[in-house]
């Protein structure tokens, strides 16, 4: 079936009623109440680069991540009261904790337990205030004496101008608490090498202005590359060890060199176009981002990060999806509830389909054949034919969509929704819920590391990246990254 290129594709299958008649009226002011309540919760998240820090000027960063602790410890449990640098004239700076109250035998992975701005410099190591500890006995716990000033933890490292320094703690437990009779806290620090290449993961935090570069096997943090503000979508292109992250608070595009963890180029768009996320072509030569602010695309060569052309869509355009050929990519348009079909040989616009409320993200199924788009204000995932741009079928959901994943090998759906607490396993071919990982908090990002056979999931509520093994449903790995994660992005994911 030809498609006449150009044309709005109306899928709801009810043609409008005169506006004459009252049961019109009632669905267009229903139809306008739903346009303006999505107006406003997209306006709150245009709004949000303007709530969370500015970025790195002056300053560079430290991000201390604590170890589990080890068995040895599980009775004890001790509070912080503060922390601190210790530069290299034994002046100090105070850093800011994240975990005050540490509890020996819940400690299983690793915590990020301070960071802070720091100036740049040389520096000593770490100095802690402790407020108690204790020590469970078969009575109950044992209250510790603690030492005023605990020693300092010795770690020389160097902070730069705009760059983020990691610190990995090992707590020692036998020299923290001598003789079970007092305490004074004692760590070894040490800075983590470089990762393999191919076990890298890249997570985006919005509010803290950072991309965290972690092992996707171990989750041990590797480094952290501070980036311009409130970074968002982020594509690998593996071959040149390179990534790409929208910069939704400066309306730039930036360039991250894998190998020396910086970023090393900066592309600038139009003010007040907040590319929210982004796609790479599979020549790998060209970016598209979605433009949420001005309601564009825009086309950047991924060498030099100069923007091309620039393509109008339609309103709040939130994510974007290139298909396996690279000859079409999908926008989908959350204000106007439309999807653009863009032809990437013409770089036009040639089809708009007309979806439910606040279409928030797309994927394809195995075959590249079906589209599968996720609704934030409608109960209903659709199903298109990609060939036709038509429906195929409409499925019950529930409202509140967040994010959804096909799995290429296997093409079960994992979808995820605002307020559920839980990622849920479709069918392909029935459509019913046949699984769930509960999670108890929501993810708003999904992706699959095809070498280890994951669900990757980012959870906002906890600051956390978790590995879901999908046979068997057991956590594979978390790490935890900074405020407000957006996006997580895996070398060998599928």
């Not at 603690?146 to 703690?169: D, G, H, N, W, Y």
């Not at 930036?254 to 190998?259: G, R």
């Not at 590249?368 to 990609?386: E, I, M, Q």
């Amino acid at each position: 079936m030809s498609i006449p290129w150009g044309k709005e594709y109306v899928m709801h299958g009810v043609a409008p009623e005169p506006m004459g008649n009252e049961r019109g009226r009632r669905v267009l002011g229903k139809h306008l109440a739903v346009l303006l309540f999505s107006a406003l919760l997209l306006s709150v998240c245009q709004a949000r680069p303007s709530l969370v820090k500015p970025r790195l000027e002056e300053d560079g960063q430290a991000f201390v991540y604590l170890q589990p602790l080890p068995h040895e410890a599980d009775r004890l449990t001790f509070r912080l009261d503060g922390m601190s640098a210790v530069r290299g004239d034994g002046s100090t700076v105070p850093v800011t904790l994240h975990v005050t109250e540490i509890v020996g035998k819940e400690l299983e992975r690793d915590r990020l337990l301070a960071s802070g701005n720091l100036p740049p410099g040389q520096y000593q190591g770490f100095r802690f205030r402790v407020t108690s500890a204790s020590l469970q006995g078969e009575e109950g716990a044992v209250a510790l004496p603690v030492t005023e000033e605990s020693p300092m933890t010795p770690i020389p490292f160097t902070i730069a101008r705009r760059k983020a320094q990691v610190i990995s703690l090992k707590f020692r437990y036998r020299e923290s608490v001598p003789g079970g009779t007092r305490f004074a806290p004692s760590f070894v620090a040490e800075i983590p090498g470089k990762l393999a290449t191919g076990v890298i993961g890249l997570a985006t935090s919005r509010g803290a202005n950072i991309v965290t570069v972690f092992d996707k096997v171990t989750g041990k943090v590797s480094a952290v590359i501070p980036t311009g503000t409130a970074p968002s979508g982020i594509v690998l292109n593996p071959s040149l060890r390179r990534a790409y992250v929208a910069i939704s608070g400066d309306d730039a595009v930036e360039a991250i060199d894998l190998l020396g963890r910086d970023v090393n180029n900066r592309g600038l768009l139009t003010s007040g176009d907040s590319p929210e996320e982004l796609a790479l072509t599979p020549d790998r030569k060209t970016l598209l981002t979605a433009n949420t602010g001005s309601n564009t695309v825009s086309v950047v060569d991924a060498a030099s990060l100069v923007e091309t052309r620039r393509i109008r869509v339609g309103n709040g355009p939130r994510s974007i999806l290139i298909d396996r050929t690279g000859r079409r990519a999908y926008v989908f348009n959350s204000l106007s509830n439309t999807v653009s079909v863009v032809d990437l040989g013409a770089l036009e616009v040639a089809a708009t389909i007309a979806t439910e409320a606040g279409p928030v993200r797309g994927e394809f199924n195995r075959a590249g054949n079906r589209l599968y788009v996720l609704h934030r204000f409608s109960p209903y995932l659709y199903v298109y034919d990609t060939t036709t741009l038509s429906i195929v079928r409409r499925v019950y959901v529930g409202t509140g969509g967040m994010t959804l994943k096909v799995d290429s090998r296997t093409d079960l759906v994992y979808l995820a929704r605002r307020g559920a607490g839980e990622i849920v396993i479709y069918d392909p071919f029935s459509f019913l819920p046949i699984d769930a990982y509960k999670i108890g908090v929501d993810a708003v990002y999904l992706t699959i590391d095809g070498e280890g056979n994951n669900l990757c999931a980012v959870f906002p509520g906890t600051n956390g990246v978790r590995m879901i093994r999908l046979i068997g449903k057991a956590t594979a790995m978390e790490v935890e990254v900074a405020e407000d994660p957006y996006w997580v992005t895996l070398m060998g994911e599928r």
